[in-house]
């Protein structure tokens, strides 16, 4: 089950830097930590010092993302999200992946 728990964070992680271009590692913990608080909670628990230090050890470990079937780590998909045009891109990417 806790497998399951980090995935869905994984997941939302990725989430967080593809709808919001230009993120940057604080912009990234603090979208997840205020938006998505349980979720935070349910893989790192409740003590904040604890959470913040796990999602900066999150930030340099690799995600695939299945859509596209790439693997970086979540602070390389932030700089390859660096602005709306790669976001862009990036969805017309798995567009053609699709087809």
């Known amino acids: 089950m806790m497998d399951e728990h980090v995935d869905e964070l994984k997941h939302i992680a990725f989430d967080v830097l593809l709808q919001n271009p230009g993120s940057e590692f604080g912009d990234w913990q603090q979208t997840l930590i205020e938006e ?3 979720e935070v909670v349910d893989v790192y628990g ?3 010092e604890n959470a913040e230090a796990s999602l900066a050890d999150l930030w340099e470990t ?3 993302d299945p859509a ?3 693997e970086y780590t979540f602070s ?3 700089e ?3 602005n709306e045009a790669s976001v862009q891109m990036y969805h017309d990417m798995v567009d053609k ?3």
């Open 97 to 99: 992946l699709k087809k």
């Open 36 to 38: 998505y608080a349980t």
């Open 76 to 78: 390389a998909w932030a």
């Open 68 to 70: 596209s079937g790439l």
């Open 46 to 48: 409740c003590n904040p």
């Open 62 to 64: 690799p995600y695939e």
């Open 80 to 82: 390859a999200f660096c």
